[in-house]
């Protein structure tokens, strides 16, 4: 599986931003895709997850400014990501669980900076 994101920038405290993640290659053994972040000095950390059937899961400091969505037919998941806040500046990386064991697949990480 390769990921491909896309999406990052710049943006004042309050805007909003959307990430795009395409997948290619072993599509049919993916079981969930998700966005995670990483800011200077601190580990990664999950912000969304998709399963499959389009189960949605959501860190509690994105909760009702995010939204995680997928498109299918493109193979591409979206994280439409508003009300930004300075301490959500990270790198963002998606991922890709696939497989019987659920291996992790990650694609290069989209800076995002909110000012305030």
């Known amino acids: 599986v390769q990921l491909q994101a896309s999406g990052g920038g710049f943006v004042q405290a309050g805007g909003s931003l959307r990430l795009s993640c395409a997948a290619s290659g072993s599509i049919s053994s993916i079981n969930s895709m998700a966005w995670y972040r990483q800011a200077p000095g601190k580990q990664r950390e999950l912000v969304a997850q998709i399963t499959n059937t389009a189960s949605t899961n959501y860190a509690a400091f994105v909760k009702g400014r995010f939204t995680i969505s997928r498109d299918n037919g493109k193979n591409t998941v979206y994280l439409q990501m508003n009300s930004l806040k300075p301490e959500d500046t990270a790198v963002y990386y998606c991922?890709?669980?696939?497989?019987?064991?659920?291996?992790?697949?990650w694609g290069q990480g989209t800076q995002v900076t909110v000012s305030s």
């Open positions: 991922n890709a669980a696939a497989g019987i064991n659920g291996w992790n697949y």
